[in-house]
């Protein structure tokens, strides 16, 4: 058995199972699609987009919005998963009980100090709410892409610390990209 294999298969398969019943009353915000996709969308990012095979990276990617968006707590991600695991989703949690502005500060404060990993996830996850703006209603759409693009160059800026890791490079590239293609 590999490091990637437990008795009942790869890690992130259970970690796709643990997020679809974590997320399974929720939908994105085009009210159509089941909120999981989002997560596994950001998992496959990491793998396929930036070339990533960490196994740690892509269960956090899968868990990313775990803690934060379910009743789902660190030490339900750590029994699970291991401590790796629940450190990398818990750099990726915002504190939504404060206001936005120190949420944010604090949000990319405990971004900057974590591990290269959270870092590559939150690209991802930038990434993958970019590709989601084709799809947005028209109405909005406009705020929608700012706010995106904000968060995107936020999450450039911290990947910057991580260049020596090929997988950050590759995201950094891409994200830059999907911004240009968008006009962003």
């Given at each position: 058995?590999?490091?990637?294999?437990?008795?009942?298969?790869?890690?992130?398969?259970?970690?796709?199972?643990?997020?679809?019943?974590?997320?399974?009353?929720?939908?994105?915000?085009?009210?159509?699609?089941?909120?999981?996709?989002?997560?596994?969308?950001v998992?496959?990012?990491?793998?396929?987009?930036?070339g990533?095979?960490?196994?740690?990276?892509?269960?956090?990617?899968?868990?990313?919005?775990?803690?934060?968006?379910?009743?789902t707590?660190?030490?339900?991600?750590?029994?699970?998963?291991?401590?790796?695991?629940?450190?990398?989703?818990a750099?990726?949690?915002?504190?939504?009980?404060?206001?936005?502005?120190?949420?944010e500060?604090?949000?990319?404060?405990?971004?900057?100090?974590?591990?290269?990993?959270?870092?590559?996830?939150?690209?991802?996850?930038?990434?993958?709410?970019?590709?989601d703006?084709?799809?947005?209603?028209?109405?909005?759409?406009?705020?929608?892409?700012?706010?995106?693009s904000?968060?995107?160059?936020?999450?450039?800026?911290?990947?910057?610390?991580?260049?020596?890791?090929?997988?950050t490079?590759?995201?950094?590239?891409?994200?830059r990209?999907?911004l240009?293609?968008?006009?962003?």
């Open positions: 058995m590999n490091a990637q294999t437990s008795p009942r298969g790869p890690l992130w398969q259970k970690a796709i199972s643990f997020a679809a019943r974590a997320h399974r009353h929720q939908l994105r915000k085009d009210q159509g699609t089941p909120y999981v996709a989002h997560p596994c969308r998992m496959a990012t990491v793998a396929l987009v930036f990533c095979s960490d196994e740690a990276a892509l269960v956090a990617a899968v868990l990313h919005d775990t803690i934060e968006d379910t009743t707590d660190f030490d339900d991600l750590q029994k699970h998963f291991g401590p790796d695991v629940a450190a990398l989703v750099a990726l949690t915002k504190n939504m009980a404060r206001p936005e502005a120190a949420r500060a604090e949000y990319d404060a405990a971004l900057a100090r974590a591990d290269w990993r959270a870092r590559l996830i939150k690209l991802a996850d930038v990434y993958d709410n970019l590709c703006l084709e799809t947005s209603p028209e109405a909005g759409r406009e705020t929608k892409a700012r706010k995106a904000d968060k995107a160059r936020r999450a450039l800026t911290l990947a910057a610390l991580d260049e020596a890791h090929e997988p490079r590759r995201g950094i590239a891409e994200v990209s999907l240009a293609s968008l006009g962003l």
